[in-house]
């Protein structure tokens, strides 16, 4: 089991950029694939960036080039580092993680789950 606690996030104008972060804790040695999720009010949760154990990154094509997902071993913990925000960015944002080292892009194969946090986007 691992717990994931999630911080950062909040309101920031267009163009702006924000850091979130994601603490694991419990059975931390585990080789997990890392993931980044978002949900927009009345949407479908949706996937943002993933981090694979070999430290292989993807991204959703809505995100690309201005969002970066990184892991500190050290520390235990993922960032989502979101920069050029737009609008349509807005969202509560989750972290996962995956039993599964290689991860996925679909939210149903994680199997464990951040409490979410609030990014708004203002024009």
């Known amino acids: 089991q691992v717990q994931l606690a999630q911080s950062g996030g909040g309101e920031v104008q267009a163009g702006g950029s924000l850091r979130l972060s994601c603490a694991a804790s419990?059975?931390?040695?585990?080789?997990?694939?890392w993931g980044w999720f978002r949900q927009a009010p009345g949407k479908e949760r949706e996937f943002v960036a993933r981090?694979?154990?070999?430290?292989?990154?993807y991204y959703a094509d809505s995100v690309k080039d201005r969002f970066t997902i990184s892991r500190d071993n050290a520390k235990n913990t993922v960032t989502l580092q979101m920069n050029s925000l737009k609008p349509e960015d807005t969202a509560v944002y989750y972290c996962?993680?995956?039993?599964?080292?290689?991860?996925?892009?679909?939210?149903?194969?994680?199997?464990?789950w951040g409490q979410g946090t609030q990014v708004t986007v203002s024009s």
């Open positions: 419990g059975r931390t040695s585990r080789r997990y694939a």
């Open positions: 996962a993680a995956d039993n599964d080292p290689v991860g996925s892009n679909w939210s149903f194969r994680y199997d464990y």
């Open positions: 981090l694979d154990w070999s430290g292989s990154t």
